[in-house]
């Protein structure tokens, strides 16, 4: 069973993801970064809310060992300012939201490819 | 069309080919018969061979006419018309003339294949200098012989003899022959519309523009590891093992160079400053690792199946898939499309596969490659060469003969003097006929032993051996002889139309593997889209292969669009070409005082086609940048009068050349001196 996690914020990611690698320095981990969800659960990122289900989706056919963590990159203005910390951190570098990466490597999904089932299996089933 | 009104145009055709003079009367009768059955065969003539042979016997004592005395079979008119005429009723064409010793080469290197021809002896005729005109508007070329086999355009003497020898010939004619293709019968069930074998960029291209329009299609790519065992992901040889890294390694090169001019301008860099090439080879795997990513994903947004997986033929229509861990699968396809590409060949000498390396192992080398020998003079070597040199390696190219064959020798010559005052020491005359493995490590050691023409040797250390002698297709382990492919025997190519179809009408061509054409990305990418367009979305355009822009990355770029001098003078004649030339210093260079006059620019002209541009050249930084531009002006057909009439950008290196005003011939000198 894939391990599902979540962190909101640029901290608690870092956190979350150095725990996971020390936990399990093999597996693989899928990171979704997303726009952060308001108090009503929905995210403020119409194409992030659409990538959801797909990702869910997709998830049930990722390999046993991965962990999936959500990332909550804040909110619409934090996302919109150029030195939004999640635009310009080396390793991460996002362009635009959502941004499926898996992790240490150079796969990633952008925007509309992450509401495409295809593309999603494809990242997990590599 | 009825049967009595095709007689006339028959037997004129017998007449024809009677009064042509070259055919003796054996083998006439014989050609008159093979024509008779090419025509039944096509069903337009309904009468009885026997009926038509005896017919066509009454009309044998037309032979007595001969070429000087030959009726006008032609009715004068049109030249083109004249010219169009006798190529399209005519399996093979020659425009000729009564005195030229090359034309009676060619007519009889035909008659010993016993093959029927229709000639014009442009000599013998009042028209003939206008039909010799129109024979140039149409092909560019004005000498005769001016051959033309299944309607395509074959070329002179050597062309022809040439086509014979590599199989061209074989295939035209065929292909003539076989009349309209029948159409694939519509009940059999395939797993594919398209199956692409390679994964590189003319099959992708073509791949994604034949799934976008509709069609089924698989891509097969895998690639076989090299001896040292370096691998790569989807993409080709351009994306891995090609074009991209070999332009971020020039352009690491091109650094290391504004490094040391920057002290120039005012920058306080720092004596020290070193290259890693860790850190440059991870940055460039890592952008590369990021497009074969993007590739894949591309294929699954457009529905392509893609296997990673080895393709060869099991018969026309079927292909066995082997993957990594050696599972079999067939698969069907209505249509299967070659493109292969080609692989960096190693020579045949001890130690060579196992001591080697080549370009395809050079730009994911885990180590520094030490002190390095880069044999052959190809674009490749001299490529590797450079971006080495540039980054701070120690490099020796090995050269046989001439440097950049096929590409303008004059250039050619200015590009390897460069290197040389760059720090590119060149061996010239000498090929290497051993290597030997004196230390392991990353890199070992390895001393190359070569020899020159005269038996002399030469022993030298090196830590890296890279080969660039040249690339072979990769036609010769897919099972193509049981798909009945035919291959130029002489390099492995697939002989191809101008639409890319090979002898067996469902399979296809493109790319570095295609015989006669251009080993380019943006041609296969082109090829490869235009071929989709054209078998699933009823396209018509075919891809032009003539004035293909091209650049030569070395330390100093040399663009190119058109003939080099050599073929311009080949083509035209010495009297018809004019050069203009100037040497040039970019600016940028004047505050660094390195480099001066070691740009050069020039332009071929045709003075008999009003000066027409047939070959622009341009040795200079960024001349891949300047190449691309003009290139749209010689497609254009640009005349000496269009460059000068353009006004330039100030200060650039491309403002060069609309201010050529020397010509070679003159031999006034060319060295730009000031502003």
């Given at each position: 069973?894939?391990?599902?996690?979540?962190?909101?914020?640029?901290?608690?990611?870092?956190?979350?993801?150095?725990?996971?690698?020390?936990?399990?320095?093999?597996?693989?981990?899928?990171?979704?970064?997303?726009?952060?969800?308001?108090?009503?659960?929905?995210?403020?990122?119409?194409?992030?809310?659409?990538?959801?289900?797909?990702?869910?989706?997709?998830?049930?056919?990722?390999?046993?060992?991965?962990?999936?963590?959500?990332?909550?990159?804040?909110?619409?203005?934090?996302?919109?300012?150029?030195?939004?910390?999640?635009?310009?951190?080396?390793?991460?570098?996002?362009?635009?939201?959502?941004?499926?990466?898996?992790?240490?490597?150079?796969?990633?999904?952008?925007?509309?490819?992450?509401?495409?089932?295809?593309?999603?299996?494809?990242?997990?089933?590599? | 069309?009825?049967?009595?009104?095709?007689?006339?145009?028959?037997?004129?055709?017998?007449?024809?080919?009677?009064?042509?003079?070259?055919?003796?009367?054996?083998?006439?009768?014989?050609?008159?018969?093979?024509?008779?059955?090419?025509?039944?065969?096509?069903?337009?003539?309904?009468?009885?061979?026997?009926?038509?042979?005896?017919?066509?016997?009454?009309?044998?004592?037309?032979?007595?006419?001969?070429?000087?005395?030959?009726?006008?079979?032609?009715?004068?008119?049109?030249?083109?018309?004249?010219?169009?005429?006798?190529?399209?009723?005519?399996?093979?064409?020659?425009?000729?003339?009564?005195?030229?010793?090359?034309?009676t080469k060619v007519k009889e290197l035909f008659s010993s294949?016993?093959?029927?021809?229709?000639?014009?002896?442009?000599?013998?005729?009042?028209?003939?200098?206008?039909?010799?005109?129109?024979?140039?508007?149409?092909?560019?070329?004005?000498?005769?012989?001016?051959?033309?086999?299944?309607?395509?355009?074959?070329g002179g003497c050597d062309s022809t003899i040439a086509a014979?020898?590599?199989?061209?010939?074989?295939?035209?004619?065929?292909?003539?022959?076989?009349?309209?293709?029948?159409?694939?019968?519509?009940?059999?069930?395939?797993?594919?519309?398209?199956?692409?074998?390679?994964?590189?960029?003319?099959?992708?291209?073509?791949?994604?523009?034949?799934?976008?329009?509709?069609?089924?299609?698989?891509?097969?790519?895998?690639?076989?590891?090299?001896?040292?065992?370096?691998?790569?992901?989807?993409?080709?040889?351009?994306?891995?093992?090609?074009?991209?890294?070999?332009?971020?390694?020039?352009?690491?090169?091109?650094?290391?160079?504004?490094?040391?001019?920057?002290?120039?301008?005012?920058?306080?860099?720092?004596?020290?400053?070193?290259?890693?090439?860790?850190?440059?080879?991870?940055?460039?795997?890592?952008?590369?690792?990021?497009?074969?990513?993007?590739?894949?994903?591309?294929?699954?947004?457009?529905?392509?199946?893609?296997?990673?997986?080895?393709?060869?033929?099991?018969?026309?229509?079927?292909?066995?898939?082997?993957?990594?861990?050696?599972?079999?699968?067939?698969?069907?396809?209505?249509?299967?499309?070659?493109?292969?590409?080609?692989?960096?060949?190693?020579?045949?000498?001890?130690?060579?596969?196992?001591?080697?390396?080549?370009?395809?192992?050079?730009?994911?080398?885990?180590?520094?490659?030490?002190?390095?020998?880069?044999?052959?003079?190809?674009?490749?070597?001299?490529?590797?060469?450079?971006?080495?040199?540039?980054?701070?390696?120690?490099?020796?190219?090995?050269?046989?003969?001439?440097?950049?064959?096929?590409?303008?020798?004059?250039?050619?010559?200015?590009?390897?003097?460069?290197?040389?005052?760059?720090?590119?020491?060149?061996?010239?005359?000498?090929?290497?006929?051993?290597?030997?493995?004196?230390?392991?490590?990353?890199?070992?050691?390895?001393?190359?032993?070569?020899?020159?023409?005269?038996?002399?040797?030469?022993?030298?250390?090196?830590?890296?051996?890279?080969?660039?002698?040249?690339?072979?297709?990769?036609?010769?382990?897919?099972?193509?002889?049981?798909?009945?492919?035919?291959?130029?025997?002489?390099?492995?190519?697939?002989?191809?139309?101008?639409?890319?179809?090979?002898?067996?009408?469902?399979?296809?061509?493109?790319?570095?593997?295609?015989?006669?054409?251009?080993?380019?990305?943006?041609?296969?990418?082109?090829?490869?889209?235009?071929?989709?367009?054209?078998?699933?979305?009823?396209?018509?355009?075919?891809?032009?292969?003539?004035?293909?822009?091209?650049?030569?990355?070395?330390?100093?770029?040399?663009?190119?669009?058109?003939?080099?001098?050599?073929?311009?003078?080949?083509?035209?004649?010495?009297?018809?070409?004019?050069?203009?030339?100037?040497?040039?210093?970019?600016?940028?260079?004047?505050?660094?005082?390195?480099?001066?006059?070691?740009?050069?620019?020039?332009?071929?002209?045709?003075?008999?086609?009003?000066?027409?541009?047939?070959?622009?050249?341009?040795?200079?930084?960024?001349?891949?940048?300047?190449?691309?531009?003009?290139?749209?002006?010689?497609?254009?057909?640009?005349?000496?009068?269009?460059?000068?009439?353009?006004?330039?950008?100030?200060?650039?290196?491309?403002?060069?050349?609309?201010?050529?005003?020397?010509?070679?011939?003159?031999?006034?000198?060319?060295?730009?001196?000031?502003?």
């Amino acid at each position: 069973m894939v391990q599902k996690l979540k962190a909101e914020g640029f901290e608690q990611f870092q956190i979350v993801v150095s725990e996971v690698e020390n936990k399990n320095p093999n597996g693989n981990i899928f990171i979704l970064f997303s726009g952060s969800k308001d108090t009503t659960g929905q995210s403020w990122c119409p194409d992030c809310v659409e990538a959801e289900p797909v990702i869910e989706k997709a998830l049930e056919s990722a390999p046993e060992d991965a962990t999936f963590i959500y990332v909550g990159v804040g909110d619409r203005s934090s996302w919109k300012d150029p030195n939004c910390v999640f635009r310009l951190d080396s390793k991460i570098k996002l362009t635009c939201l959502p941004t499926l990466i898996k992790w240490g490597t150079n796969k990633r999904l952008l925007d509309y490819q992450c509401n495409n089932l295809d593309t999603v299996l494809m990242m997990f089933e590599d | 069309m009825s049967t009595r009104s095709l007689l006339p145009q028959f037997f004129c055709a017998v007449e024809r080919r009677l009064t042509l003079g070259i055919a003796h009367r054996t083998s006439c009768t014989k050609t008159v018969i093979r024509r008779v059955s090419y025509l039944k065969q096509k069903s337009v003539i309904a009468l009885t061979r026997r009926h038509l042979i005896s017919d066509i016997q009454g009309f044998i004592p037309c032979q007595r006419y001969t070429t000087s005395t030959m009726a006008p079979v032609i009715p004068k008119g049109d030249p083109i018309q004249i010219v169009d005429n006798l190529i399209k009723n005519n399996r093979i064409a020659i425009f000729s003339k009564t005195t030229c010793p090359f034309c009676t080469k060619v007519k009889e290197l035909f008659s010993s294949l016993n093959l029927e021809v229709a000639v014009i002896e442009l000599d013998t005729r009042d028209d003939g200098a206008d039909i010799q005109d129109a024979l140039l508007q149409k092909t560019g070329q004005k000498t005769v012989p001016n051959v033309f086999v299944g309607g395509e355009h074959l070329g002179g003497c050597d062309s022809t003899i040439a086509a014979h020898q590599n199989g061209r010939l074989e295939f035209l004619l065929n292909k003539s022959q076989a009349g309209p293709k029948a159409e694939m019968p519509d009940d059999v069930k395939y797993d594919y519309d398209l199956v692409v074998i390679g994964g590189g960029s003319g099959g992708l291209a073509a791949s994604k523009e034949a799934a976008l329009l509709g069609a089924k299609v698989a891509v097969c790519d895998f690639v076989v590891p090299t001896p040292i065992g370096t691998t790569w992901g989807l993409g080709g040889t351009c994306v891995n093992v090609g074009c991209i890294p070999k332009k971020l390694m020039h352009q690491a090169a091109i650094l290391g160079q504004s490094i040391s001019d920057a002290k120039k301008f005012g920058w306080d860099v720092p004596d020290s400053a070193k290259h890693n090439w860790h850190t440059m080879v991870e940055g460039i795997q890592a952008h590369i690792g990021s497009l074969n990513w993007g590739y894949r994903v591309a294929l699954r947004e457009k529905k392509v199946n893609y296997l990673n997986a080895f393709a060869e033929f099991v018969d026309p229509h079927t292909l066995k898939t082997t993957d990594k861990k050696k599972k079999e699968t067939t698969i069907t396809s209505k249509y299967i499309l070659l493109a292969t590409g080609g692989r960096p060949r190693y020579p045949d000498i001890p130690g060579a596969r196992e001591y080697g390396i080549t370009s395809d192992d050079i730009f994911s080398l885990p180590y520094h490659p030490g002190k390095t020998l880069l044999v052959g003079a190809s674009y490749i070597a001299l490529e590797c060469a450079g971006f080495l040199a540039g980054i701070g390696v120690d490099s020796t190219v090995m050269v046989r003969s001439i440097l950049l064959r096929g590409f303008d020798q004059q250039i050619a010559e200015l590009i390897g003097s460069y290197m040389a005052k760059h720090g590119i020491r060149f061996q010239r005359g000498y090929v290497p006929i051993k290597l030997e493995r004196i230390e392991e490590g990353s890199p070992g050691r390895i001393k190359v032993t070569s020899q020159n023409e005269v038996g002399e040797l030469l022993e030298e250390e090196y830590n890296t051996v890279l080969f660039a002698i040249g690339r072979d297709a990769c036609t010769n382990n897919i099972g193509i002889e049981k798909a009945n492919v035919m291959l130029n025997p002489r390099n492995g190519k697939v002989i191809c139309d101008e639409k890319e179809q090979t002898n067996v009408p469902h399979i296809y061509a493109i790319g570095d593997i295609l015989d006669g054409k251009l080993e380019l990305t943006p041609v296969a990418i082109q090829a490869g889209r235009l071929l989709a367009k054209r078998l699933f979305g009823g396209g018509t355009m075919l891809t032009d292969y003539v004035n293909v822009p091209t650049t030569v990355f070395t330390p100093l770029e040399y663009g190119s669009v058109g003939l080099s001098e050599e073929d311009a003078i080949a083509k035209y004649g010495a009297n018809d070409v004019e050069v203009y030339h100037s040497f040039l210093t970019p600016l940028e260079v004047a505050i660094p005082k390195r480099d001066d006059n070691e740009g050069y620019a020039k332009l071929i002209c045709v003075k008999s086609l009003n000066e027409k541009v047939v070959g622009f050249h341009i040795l200079s930084p960024n001349a891949g940048e300047i190449t691309q531009g003009f290139a749209i002006g010689l497609k254009l057909g640009a005349t000496k009068a269009d460059f000068d009439n353009l006004i330039g950008i100030h200060p650039t290196i491309a403002e060069v050349f609309t201010t050529l005003n020397t010509t070679k011939s003159s031999g006034a000198d060319v060295l730009q001196k000031g502003c």
